[in-house]
């Protein structure tokens, strides 16, 4: 999918119902829907999604293309409305411009990600914590980075190993707990943790103190 390429966490709802509840559970930097829906239409979806969040932005991707279904769209609370067919370069570039308005996307021209006093340089793959280089192998480098572009962010071990690892992962089912701990050795050892386990939800990162 376009968007995972972008190193984007993408949920997928085929329902109204599911996209209602995935929102409130993982609370997206921005929603992609449809107006025809098995359960309901995306007009009533939205109204629910503003209730939860007045902020979320909202692009509706949808073949209803008349004027007036545009018009309605918007004037329901939707962001931005794109027709199919569409093009997905259209479609990402779109999304970018509703996240950085909304302040959801940050963007670095050198990309060098930040969280507190950690440091990833995703073109030289070059890592560092307070100033003090991390040496990191390939993989623990891409969840690094994942957990880095997600701060703050509970990821369940299912985001995890489908980013990292694909769903086609047939390895041991602890692989993700155990680059956790590897991570941890790296990042955090000697100094305050800013690798945190949600019991029951996942993993996140955070800025220490």
Do not use: C
Not at 8 to 24: E, P
Not at 82 to 104: C, D, I, Q
Not at 150 to 167: E, F, G, H, M, T
Not at 183 to 196: F, T, Y
């Amino acid at each position: 999918m376009a968007l995972r390429y972008e190193g984007w966490d993408v949920d997928v709802a085929g329902t109204g119902s599911k996209a209602v509840a995935a929102a409130r559970a993982q609370r997206p930097d921005a929603v992609v829907l449809d107006v025809m829906l098995p359960d309901t239409d995306g007009m009533s979806v939205l109204a629910k999604l503003r209730e939860q969040r007045t902020d979320v932005p909202v692009l509706f991707l949808t073949a209803r293309d008349s004027v007036e279904d545009r018009i309605a769209g918007l004037t329901a609370g939707g962001d931005d409305y794109v027709t199919k067919p569409f093009s997905l370069e259209e479609v990402v570039a779109r999304l970018r411009g509703l996240m950085r308005r909304a302040g959801a996307l940050v963007e670095s021209e050198d990309n060098l990600l930040t969280v507190g006093d950690l440091t990833l340089d995703e073109d030289s793959h070059e890592v560092r914590r307070a100033g003090e280089e991390v040496t990191l192998t390939a993989t623990e480098f891409e969840l690094l980075r994942y957990l880095m572009r997600n701060p703050r962010r509970v990821l369940s071990k299912a985001q995890i190993l489908d980013r990292v690892w694909s769903y086609d992962f047939g390895g041991q089912a602890n692989i993700v707990e155990l680059y956790i701990s590897y991570l941890r050795k790296k990042v955090d050892a000697g100094r305050e943790p800013m690798i945190h386990t949600m019991r029951g939800a996942g993993y996140l990162l955070k800025p220490a103190g």
